[in-house]
């Protein structure tokens, strides 16, 4: 019989469901965004995230069971976001999920957000069907983490590399800001970065020795790069503003993809991997994704994008193999805001 996992996913601003048969077929994938409540702050606020979660979570629910066919009662187990995020936002999910598993008496699963982006590739067309095989190394890159993680077979992890201050995705969307770009920013610096003749350039932390990483600087240098160039904080007379936009964006895009595709293919090959796994809304950018793939000697798989950003499809997967491993969790859970991978 195929074992049916309903996904939720509330730890940042996406409420999401998805259904997922045996870990690897998608049944449904629901997503919500809240992107157009937070953009005119500029980033997620805490409280308004949670609110819309509390609106939107039940309608998400009952569309990703619909979409799949597949009625509540019908589910094998529960699998639920428990952390890292944001309290009040994983609060929904969490509570919502308890109240499903113990209505109908099945397991509540907790999964740790960043695994379930590295699950997200077990899913549909990036499925490992080629199966590479452990150990693998993994890039967990989103608003709150860029993680180099060596897998080292399923639900084993060692934290190898990291952001010793702003995460890759946070660097992006500071970036955009200082552009006068919108919110989230990633897919905006992308969006205008096309086009760019590569004529500006920004500096790169190599953090030498290290597989961590540092975005902090970059951003500061974008932003004398803006200021000199006459586009910050607002245009200059004369500037041809659209033509600097587009430079800037690119010069930012492609110190950060240079950076991070050369630590994930050194690597890569400091731990002999038999492949590596992206995950996270910043591998659903394409020069990241294209740079990784032209580096990398070994087999690369990368989520489609709308599986690399947050969802609740990875959280079912995910799920999945704890379930098959007998994890399940007590209904007493707390959120865990700071939770760690590896
Ligand atoms: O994984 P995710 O959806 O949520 C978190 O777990 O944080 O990642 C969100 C982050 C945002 O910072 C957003 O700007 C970034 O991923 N992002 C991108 C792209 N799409 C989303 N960054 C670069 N290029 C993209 N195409
Ligand atoms: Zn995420």
């Known amino acids: 019989m195929a074992i049916k996992i309903l996904g939720i996913e509330t730890s940042c601003d996406e ?3 998805g259904v997922v048969e045996d870990g690897r077929t998608l049944l449904s994938n629901v997503i919500s965004s809240q992107a157009h409540l937070h953009s005119k702050y500029g980033g997620v606020v805490p409280e308004i995230a949670s609110r819309q979660h509390v609106r939107d979570l039940v309608p998400v629910l009952e569309q990703a069971s619909a979409n799949a066919g597949v009625g509540l009662e019908e589910m094998d187990a529960i699998a639920v976001t428990f952390g890292p995020g944001l309290a009040g936002s994983l609060i929904t999910g ?7 598993a113990y209505s109908l008496g099945i397991p509540l699963i907790g999964v740790n957000h960043l695994e379930g982006h590295i699950y997200a590739s077990w899913l549909g067309q990036g499925d490992l069907a080629s199966d590479p095989g452990f150990p693998l ?3 967990v890159a989103s608003g709150g983490h860029t993680d180099l993680l060596l897998m080292e077979g399923h639900g084993s992890y060692k934290l190898v590399g990291r952001s010793r201050d702003d995460a890759a995705g946070e660097a992006f969307d500071k970036a955009a800001r200082i552009l006068g770009l919108g919110f989230p920013g990633g897919p905006e610096i992308q969006r205008v970065s096309k086009g760019a003749t590569g004529e500006e350039t920004l ?7 290290t597989l961590d990483f540092s975005f902090s600087g970059l951003k500061t240098a974008l ?3 803006a200021q000199d160039r006459g586009i910050y904080p607002a245009p200059e007379d004369g500037v041809d503003q659209e033509r ?5 964006a690119a010069a930012f895009q492609e110190s950060v993809v240079d950076v991070i595709s050369s630590k994930l293919v050194e690597m890569a090959a400091k731990y002999r991997v038999k492949g590596l ?4 809304g910043v591998t659903a950018n394409s020069r990241l994704r294209e740079e990784i793939v032209r580096r990398s000697p070994f087999p690369v798989i990368i989520p489609p994008p709308i599986l690399c950003t947050d969802n609740g499809a990875m959280i079912a997967t995910c799920g999945y193999f704890q379930y098959l491993r007998g994890e399940q969790t007590p209904l007493d859970i707390d959120v865990d805001p700071g939770l760690l991978l590896g």
Request: with cysteine; proline share 3%; net charge positive.
């Open 277 to 280: 796994v992206l995950g996270g």
């Open 15 to 17: 409420t999401a469901a």
């Open 223 to 225: 932003l004398h790069l």
């Open 203 to 209: 500096p790169r932390a190599w953090m030498k020795d």
């Open 244 to 248: 600097l936009i587009r430079e800037l």
């Open 94 to 100: 969490v509570n919502a999920a308890k109240a499903i």
């Open 137 to 139: 190394a993994c890039l």
